[in-house]
């Protein structure tokens, strides 16, 4: 366990609104991640964060914003969810030696209506 | 286009079997690669891992392989269990950049 939260678990909205997903964790880690997971795609990543108000895009950015203004938290907001990102969404940290491996959380199941 | 590939989206096997899980990638700069299993409502755990220096690792009933000349990996299983029942997903990163691209993932089923 590698002290990882999301929050919520899962979560309804409708096409249009603004949604935030929130990772925090607990171990003081400088590496943090949002991927999606969508059947057929596996985990694809997001954003990913290397320190504080350090963000960069990953694969499937458009659409998300994400933000880390303290080491702890890393929030994933889709400014005007559309049914295309309904998905179970999460975060993981990188660890080990060589932050080599990466550690996730429960995850967050969004449906977009 | 996807650097990262699992092409058998499911694997069914007998209990006390081998399970072979197999992963291939296209870029040849990936130096460290790793499979994590994932059950239902569950976030992805890390399973184990292998450097490009190495061609083998194993821990208890779980050996990966890697084959760099044909950019392919595999992760065997022996003896396969009901508890293996998940789906397992290979993923791969250059070890500077600290990303990781994962596959779309194997569903395996360990049949009593």
């Known amino acids: 366990d590698a002290g990882i939260t999301q929050s919520p678990r899962h979560k309804v909205t409708e096409t249009g609104t603004p949604v935030t997903l929130r990772c925090h964790q607990t171990?003081?880690?400088?590496?943090m991640y949002w991927y999606r997971q969508d059947p057929g795609h596996g985990l694809r990543l997001i954003h990913y964060?290397?320190?504080?108000?350090?963000?960069d895009k990953g694969e499937v950015s458009d659409g998300y914003s994400v933000s880390r203004s303290k080491t702890e938290d890393f929030l994933l907001t889709l400014e005007s969810a559309t049914s295309s990102q309904t998905s179970v969404y999460f975060c993981?940290?990188?660890?080990?030696?060589?932050?080599?491996?990466?550690?996730f959380g429960a995850g967050t199941r969004l449906s977009v209506l | 286009d996807q650097q990262v590939k699992q092409n058998s989206p499911s694997l069914s096997v007998q209990e006390g079997r081998i399970s072979i899980l197999n992963c291939d990638y296209t870029?040849?700069?990936?130096?460290?690669f790793l499979w994590y299993k994932k059950y239902p409502a569950e976030g992805p755990t890390f399973l184990i891992s292998?450097?490009?220096?190495?061609d083998k690792n194993e821990d208890g009933r779980f050996t990966v392989f890697l084959n760099k000349s044909a950019k392919h990996l595999s992760l065997h299983i022996v003896p396969s269990q009901p508890g293996d029942s998940a789906v397992y997903f290979c993923?791969?990163?250059?070890?500077?950049?600290?990303?990781?691209?994962f596959g779309s993932g194997t569903k395996l089923n360990v049949k009593p």
């Open positions: 993981a940290i990188a660890a080990g030696v060589e932050k080599n491996i990466q550690y």
């Open positions: 870029n040849s700069m990936f130096d460290y």
């Open positions: 993923a791969a990163s250059v070890n500077n950049f600290n990303k990781f691209y």
């Open positions: 292998i450097s490009s220096i190495k």
């Open positions: 964060s290397y320190g504080v108000k350090d963000t």
């Open positions: 171990e003081n880690h400088r590496y």
